[in-house]
């Protein structure tokens, strides 16, 4: 069974960075595009950025300029840089291929508090 595998959150201050890496099979890693996605308490979940498998990415409005998504294809590895972070930012943070195919992970917690 394919897993998905979150890690990288943490608490951090305001301004703060972080980076958050997401790990799966490489049958799903090298065929499909690998988005993050993040659920705020209360919230629904929703689409933060991607990347294909060439490298081409896309962000959501809230993160464009504050947030990098890249891939390591030798690691089947894809990762979010979040630098300028602000409280609305908190949330869990999943990541899954496009389509999501692949059962949900447990996610990261990113909690941004002063």
């Known amino acids: 069974q394919v897993q998905l595998e979150e890690s990288g959150g943490g608490l951090v201050q305001p301004g703060g960075s972080l980076k958050l890496s997401c790990t799966t099979s490489e049958s799903i890693f090298r065929r499909y595009t690998m988005a993050w996605y993040r659920q705020a308490p209360g919230n629904q979940r929703e689409y933060v950025a991607m990347c294909t498998p060439d490298g081409v990415t896309n962000y959501a409005t809230p993160v464009k300029g504050r947030f990098t998504i890249s891939r390591d294809n030798a690691e089947n590895t894809v990762s979010l840089q979040m630098n300028n972070l602000k409280p609305e930012d908190t949330a869990v943070y999943y990541c899954?291929?496009?389509?999501?195919?692949?059962?949900w992970g447990q996610g990261t917690q990113v909690t941004v508090s002063a």
């Open positions: 899954n291929a496009i389509p999501n195919i692949v059962d």
